[in-house]
């Protein structure tokens, strides 16, 4: 089967760094993608990982490890309004269109 | 540019009735997708249209639900007759015809089965 694992919740106070970890067990892999969703809102695109390495892009950067089937989700400098749930995705499919399969979601929440 | 559009928002039906959810994609993303969020649970992966074909539907989870895409524009996902664990939030997501390119999700439709 297909299946990718990522903490349920996660606790961390303003100002602080936060990572968020994910390992996945697909059939296919062509990428490693991340996702917030505010409020049960319209889920948003953060990064995406096709390479091993990390993407930094403003505050969060990710990093995948494709020997090991694992990412990392990494928000430095929190701020309140981070405060969603975070998804890892893979593309299963070497295509213009393959799907994303999801994991189950890890919320954040930040303190004052 | 305009987002990717979901009608209605919230739905709440009986056991037995049918729905119909809509979705209008960003205009000239040929790739269309259907996902499904029950409660705690994963964005689990429904359908996928490729303009008007469907390029994938093992995510459907019965014959229940059917999706269309008439002319590769908007699609419509229906739900006939809707049972209680059919409840969930449904979105759909959009994307251009370019590899790897990151999905574009709408707010979803919150459905309620009574």
């Known amino acids: 089967g297909q299946s990718l694992e990522q903490p349920s919740e996660v606790t961390a106070v303003e100002g602080a760094i936060v990572q968020i970890n994910c390992t996945y067990q697909t059939s296919g892999f062509y990428g490693l993608s991340w996702y917030q969703q505010h409020d049960g809102g319209a889920p948003t695109f953060l990064s995406y990982?096709?390479?091993?390495g990390l993407e930094e892009t403003g505050r969060f950067s990710s990093f995948l490890s494709r020997s090991d089937s694992y990412g990392y989700l990494l928000l430095q400098e929190l701020q309140m309004k981070d405060s969603a749930s975070y998804f890892c995705?893979?593309?299963?499919?070497?295509?213009?269109?393959?799907?994303?399969?999801f994991g189950q979601g890890t919320e954040l929440s930040v303190k004052p | 540019e305009a987002g990717v559009t979901q009608f209605p928002s919230h739905s709440v039906i009986e056991k037995g009735q049918t729905v119909t959810l809509r979705c209008d994609p960003i205009s000239g993303h040929d790739n269309l997708y259907w996902y499904r969020r029950v409660m705690g649970k994963e964005i689990k992966f429904l359908l996928h249209?490729?303009?008007?074909?469907?390029?994938?539907e093992s995510g459907m989870p019965n014959n229940r639900f059917l999706a269309e895409r008439t002319g590769g524009t908007y699609s419509t996902l229906k739900v006939q007759p809707a049972e209680l664990e059919d409840s969930g939030v449904y979105f759909c997501?959009?994307?251009?015809?370019?590899?790897?390119?990151?999905?574009?999700f709408g707010n979803g439709t919150r459905l309620t089965v009574t």
């Open positions: 995705a893979v593309r299963d499919e070497d295509n213009q269109g393959g799907k994303l399969i």
């Open positions: 990982n096709a390479l091993d």
């Open positions: 249209f490729v303009k008007e074909s469907k390029q994938d």
């Open positions: 997501a959009s994307s251009p015809p370019l590899r790897g390119s990151p999905l574009h």
